[in-house]
Antibody
């Protein structure tokens, strides 16, 4: 059974880099596409980016180049770095697998989510 | 970006009721539409994909319909476990976007 679990600091200082890891169990991280999604009261659910099984990433332009996704096949996990954070980046961050075929794809399953607060 | 607009933002209903939630896309997305359920403090879970295909394990009282710009999620005979927030999400564009959610509350 495919399961995901996020890990990372719960508090990040403004202007610093937010770094989160998603540990994958039940599948090889190189076999599927993966995404990060965040949720906040003001912005709702916001897709951050996707890391394709080929390792090629694609990002939401709204993040203005601050996001980067990477994969570590030796540890079977993938990661998110978000630079120059502000209070607006405070949110619950979820990792998720992308399943389906062609453009018919969906997020399933999701990790349990981790709250990240940007504060000094 | 493709904007997804859900209505209503919240809905009160009773156990046994039939409810319908609407999702409208800002452009034609064919059937590239998914529905999720989220309970407080939990991650969303997939209910329906490709507008009308029920995810494995999801009760048959849930159904989805629509294509183009207008979609509906229907829950027949509401159960206590169904009171949650529901989101639609489009995958027509790989700049994935979600609706703002519909909170289903017990009347």
């Amino acid at each position: 059974q495919l399961q995901l679990e996020e890990s990372g600091p719960g508090v990040v200082t403004p202007s610093e880099t937010l770094s989160l890891t998603c540990i994958v169990s039940g599948a090889s991280v190189g076999s599927l596409h993966w995404s990060w999604i965040r949720q906040s009261p003001g912005r709702g659910l916001e897709w951050i980016g996707v890391l394709q099984s080929s390792g090629s990433p694609n990002y939401n332009p709204s993040l203005k180049g601050r996001a980067s996704l990477s994969v570590d096949t030796s540890k079977n996990h993938f990661s998110l770095n978000l630079t120059s954070v502000t209070a607006a980046d405070t949110a619950v961050y979820f990792c998720a697998a992308i399943l389906g075929s062609g453009n018919y794809n969906w997020f399933d399953p999701w990790g349990q989510g981790t709250l990240v607060t940007v504060s000094s | 970006d493709i904007q997804m607009t859900q209505s209503p933002p919240s809905l009160s209903a009773s156990v046994g009721d039939r409810v319908t939630i609407t999702c409208r896309a800002s452009q034609n997305i064919a059937k590239y539409l998914n529905w999720y359920q989220q309970k407080p403090g939990k991650a969303p879970t997939l209910l329906i994909y490709s507008a009308s295909t029920l995810q494995s394990g999801v009760p048959s009282r849930f159904s989805g319909s629509g294509s183009g710009t207008d979609f509906t999620l229907t829950i027949n005979s509401l159960q206590p476990d169904d009171f949650a927030t529901y989101f639609c999400q489009q995958c027509f564009s790989t700049l994935y976007t979600f609706g703002q959610g519909t909170k289903l509350e017990i009347k």
